[in-house]
């Protein structure tokens, strides 16, 4: 399994109604981001922003980047089990 490929394996609890980005971008971007020196939700945005052309290369994103309370709303309603 690919360090790529790997976040869509984790299963996605939230309600279809808030599922505007996908899980698997989320994951990608916040591993991404933090390899890269980001320290907290408004540094993942940032990058998130400034890479998305790159980021798009790997995964869709195919509604761009949430905002920094999204991110942090969506990481956090993961198990730890999960990652």
Do not use: C, Q
């Amino acid at each position: 399994m690919s360090f790529i490929n790997y976040p869509d394996h984790i299963e996605d609890h939230r309600k279809d109604i808030n599922k505007e980005y996908d899980l698997g971008d989320i994951i990608f971007l916040t591993m991404a981001a933090v390899l890269a020196g980001a320290d907290g939700w408004k540094a993942i945005k940032i990058f998130g922003d400034s890479k998305l052309d790159w980021l798009r290369k790997y995964r869709a994103f195919k509604n761009g980047i949430p905002t920094r309370h999204s991110i942090g709303r969506i990481i956090r309603g993961l198990s730890n089990e999960a990652l």
